[in-house]
Nanobody, 119 residues
Framework: QVQLVDSGGGLVQAGGSLRLSCLASGRTFSNYRMGWFRQAPGKEREFVAT????????NYAASVKGRFTISRDNAKNTAYLQMNSLKPEDTAVYYC????????????WGQGTQVTVSS
């Protein structure tokens, strides 16, 4: 079993920054692909960013590319999402996810952390 705990959300003004964290426990974190997703009210959950096991390969949704940065620290069993130049449309519950197979099929999910961007 893998447990993921998201944190770091909050209320921020447009143009501001937040850093989300995802602490993993249970199995070998360095083997996982990690991802961040978000779900806004009334909308489906959408992909935000992903990072491979080593941190050498990342991928982003077009809507966040250039503003958000995904990273990981395998020694701390933690993945991060640095969010800069935040916009009101970034408001959502953000979830981290782990893929133990290393593919884009995610097996485990965090509980979510609320990000609210005011205009």
């Amino acid at each position: 079993q893998v447990q993921l705990v998201d944190s770091g959300g909050g209320l921020v003004q447009a143009g501001g920054s937040l850093r989300l964290s995802c602490l993993a426990s249970g199995r070998t974190f360095s083997n996982y692909r990690m991802g961040w997703f978000r779900q806004a009210p009334g909308k489906e959950r959408e992909f935000v960013a992903t990072i491979n096991w080593s941190g050498g390969i990342t991928n982003y949704a077009a809507s966040v590319k250039g503003r958000f940065t995904i990273s990981r620290d395998n020694a701390k069993n933690t993945a991060y999402l640095q969010m800069n130049s935040l916009k009101p449309e970034d408001t959502a519950v953000y979830y981290c996810a782990a893929s133990t197979s290393g593919t884009v099929r995610y097996d485990y999910w965090g509980q979510g952390t609320q990000v609210t961007v005011s205009s």
